[in-house]
C-alpha cells in the first residue's frame, strides 16, 4: 500500500533554533517527493521537490534530503523564525504523473519566543 | 490570475443541503485537482481534469459528491444531501499540461452543521 508516514506529529521549537521533520514513504514506483508549507488558513506551498537522484535540496533556510534506499526524507529548518509556524507536509508522486500522488498527515510545527 | 482562487472562503450549512464550490486555476493551467483536508488528517484526493480527457474520478467518496469543469477553466465540485462528516477544507490546485509542480488554493472551509 502506498503510504507516506512523518514524524513527529507536532513540534514547538525556539525561535532561533534548528529542527528536523522526517517523512518515511513506501510509494513505488517513485517520481518524485516535495515538501509543502502550509499556513493557517492557507493552500499549501511548495518548498522543495527531489528526483530519484537528488539526495539534498536547499531552498533559504530550508534543507530537503533524500534517501531514495531506504526510502526516507527529512526537512531540516535552520534558524527558525516565528513565520516558520506551520503545517509541513510530504508529499509522494509515483511516476504517471496526473493524480499519482500520497500525502503525509503533515508535522504542525509551532516557534515560539 | 496571479494564483488559483477559490470561493467562497468558508461554507457552513445544515445537514441536507446542497453546496458548490468554486475553483478557477491558474490561466493556461489544463490540469486541475480538487483535494479534501479533513482535521487532522492528510490531503485526500476527489477528482482530477486533465484538458478534455475524461476526468479521473476514483477519489470520489459517494455519489452525492460531483465535479465538473466547463471550458477547460472554472470547476465546481457539488455536494449534495450534505452529512457532518462532509465538514473539511476542500482544496483545489491546477498545474500546466504535463508539469508536476501543483499550484493550491486557499481551500474553502465547510462545515456542516
Known amino acids: 500500500k502506498n503510504q507516506v508516514e512523518q514524524s513527529p506529529q507536532s513540534l514547538i521549537i525556539l525561535e532561533g533554533k534548528n529542527c528536523t521533520l522526517q517523512?518515511?514513504?513506501?510509494?513505488?514506483?517513485?517520481?518524485?517527493l516535495r515538501w509543502y508549507k502550509q499556513d493557517t488558513g492557507r493552500g499549501p506551498v511548495s518548498l522543495t521537490i527531489?528526483?530519484?537522484?537528488?539526495n539534498t535540496k536547499s531552498n533559504g533556510r530550508y534543507t530537503a534530503t533524500l534517501d531514495a534506499d531506504t526510502k526516507q526524507s527529512s526537512l531540516h529548518i535552520t534558524a527558525s523564525q516565528l513565520s516558520d509556524s506551520a503545517s509541513y507536509i510530504c508529499?509522494?508522486?509515483?511516476?504517471?504523473?496526473?493524480?499519482?500522488?500520497?500525502f503525509g498527515t503533515g508535522t504542525q510545527l509551532k516557534v515560539e519566543l | 490570475g496571479a494564483g488559483v482562487s477559490q470561493s467562497p472562503s468558508n461554507k457552513v450549512t445544515e445537514k441536507g443541503k446542497d453546496v458548490e464550490l468554486r475553483c478557477d486555476p491558474i490561466s493556461g493551467h489544463t490540469a486541475l485537482y480538487w483535494y479534501r483536508q479533513s482535521l487532522g488528517q492528510g490531503l485526500e484526493f476527489l477528482i482530477y481534469?486533465?484538458?478534455?480527457?475524461?476526468?479521473?474520478k476514483s477519489g470520489l467518496p459517494s455519489d452525492r459528491f460531483s465535479a465538473e469543469r466547463t471550458g477547460g477553466s472554472v470547476s465546481t465540485l457539488t455536494i449534495q444531501r450534505t452529512q457532518q462528516e462532509d465538514s473539511a477544507v476542500y482544496l483545489c490546485?491546477?498545474?500546466?499540461?504535463?508539469?508536476?509542480?501543483?499550484?493550491f488554493g486557499p481551500g474553502t472551509r465547510l462545515t456542516v452543521l
Open positions: 490546485a491546477s498545474s500546466v499540461p504535463g508539469g508536476i509542480e501543483q499550484f
Open positions: 527531489m528526483t530519484f537522484s537528488e
Open positions: 508529499v509522494v508522486f509515483r511516476t504517471g504523473g496526473g493524480n499519482k500522488l500520497t
Open positions: 481534469f486533465q484538458g478534455n480527457s475524461a476526468p479521473d
Open positions: 517523512c518515511n514513504y513506501t510509494v513505488s514506483p517513485f517520481s518524485n
